[in-house]
């Protein structure tokens, strides 16, 4: 079982529509959680953090159920520059001098 | 602000060559420095890390190596490229030890092995 997994997509929504990400995690140690976006060809850049509590960022919400061991990302309203590739990612243990796991990636194509 | 630079930004070699790619950080001191690599279609995978000058930790056996001879510089080299050293090469930078904050990548290398 991979480490962090990830629907790959593509996810095909119109502008304006909600959608929803997953990703599960198999080390129930992992201390932190994060959701990266990358374009086509270009560098990861930080999205935003996954917290305990959940938490929001204007069209943007994230969860984490430890329960379950999942996290999820919720875009609202989407525009067609939210059209990327998603990526989980998870920092397995405290103290490991930040190795990040990485999720394949979810792609997200908005359409007009 | 901090700033991080990998050059060159892409690269055609053939099997067999060497290679060396290299990172630097500005702005920051005694950053943790990485390399990722992510092959076409691929998830990112973590190649090696350093923690300090000199301080190297491989995560995955190969014909890589990297070398961080000065505080805010890394270096990622091989003697002989194989095919499948093809990909998009990622450096990235993170502050603190604790695992918690946030990793910078630099804009990439994009390796061909022809």
């Known amino acids: 079982r991979k480490e962090v997994e990830q629907d790959p997509g593509p996810f095909n929504v119109p502008e304006g529509a909600t959608v929803a990400f997953n990703c599960t995690y198999s080390?129930?140690?992992?201390?932190?959680f994060f959701w990266y976006r990358q374009d086509c060809r270009k560098e990861p850049k930080l999205l935003m953090s996954?917290?305990?509590s959940g938490n929001e960022d204007g069209r943007f919400t994230a969860q984490l159920n430890r329960a379950s061991q999942y996290i999820s990302l919720l875009i609202r309203d989407s525009k067609l520059s939210d059209s990327a590739t998603y990526l989980c990612v998870v920092i397995p243990l405290r103290g490991n001098t930040g190795k990040l796991i990485f999720g394949q990636g979810t792609t997200l194509q908005v359409k007009p | 602000s901090q700033t991080i630079h990998q050059w060159p930004a892409t690269l055609v070699q053939p099997v067999g060559s060497p290679l060396s790619l290299e990172c630097t950080v500005e702005g920051t001191s005694n950053p943790n420095l990485y390399w990722y690599r992510q092959a076409a279609g691929r998830g990112l995978q973590l190649l090696f890390y350093s923690v300090g000058i000199g301080q190297i930790s491989s995560e995955v056996p190969q014909n890589l190596s990297a070398s961080r001879p000065q505080d805010r510089q890394f270096i990622l080299s091989s003697k002989k490229l194989l095919l499948s050293d093809s990909g998009f090469y990622l450096c990235?930078?993170?502050?603190?030890?604790?695992?918690?904050?946030?990793?910078?990548f630099g804009p990439g290398t994009r390796l061909t092995v022809l």
């Open positions: 990235a930078w993170t502050k603190g030890l604790a695992g918690t904050d946030t990793q910078y």
């Open positions: 996954v917290y305990s």
């Open positions: 080390n129930s140690a992992s201390q932190s």
